[in-house]
């Protein structure tokens, strides 16, 4: 903590009058984090998410074809059985895949 009275030379004598005050009280948690990440399977790199589960366990998740996006709503049209077929231009080079 820091304090004091406020003195401007030749401007302001306040060293009975007004007094400034500092205090910092830092705070560090350290704590280890558990992080879940999702590995895409090879179906999935091939366009294939029909065997995606959701939280509990459960198939059938509505999926979105990222190439029908309509420009006024901003809605997608959703894929009837989770297969994208061949992934397009949108495909991950070999060499920023993990194997």
Same mark, same amino acid.
Do not use: H
């Given at each position: =903590?820091?304090?004091?009275? @406020? /003195? #401007?030379?030749?401007?302001? /004598? ?8 500092? =205090? ?8 280890? =984090? ?7 399977? @090879? ?9 995606? @589960? ?6 059938? #998740? ?8 309509? =420009? ?10 989770? #297969? ?7 495909? #991950? ?7």
């Amino acid at each position: =903590s820091l304090g004091g009275p @406020v /003195d #401007i030379p030749k401007l302001y /004598d306040g060293r009975n009058k007004t007094f400034f005050f500092f =205090s910092y009280e830092g705070y560090r948690r350290r704590q280890a =984090s558990t992080a879940k990440a999702t590995v895409p399977t @090879v179906a999935m790199r091939n366009g294939d998410f029909s065997q995606l @589960v959701n939280g509990e366990g459960q198939y059938n #998740i509505q999926l979105y074809d990222p190439y029908t996006t309509n =420009s006024t709503t901003f809605q997608r049209q959703p894929l009837g059985n989770g #297969i994208l077929g061949s992934p397009g231009n949108n495909q #991950i080079p070999q060499n920023l895949e993990s194997p």
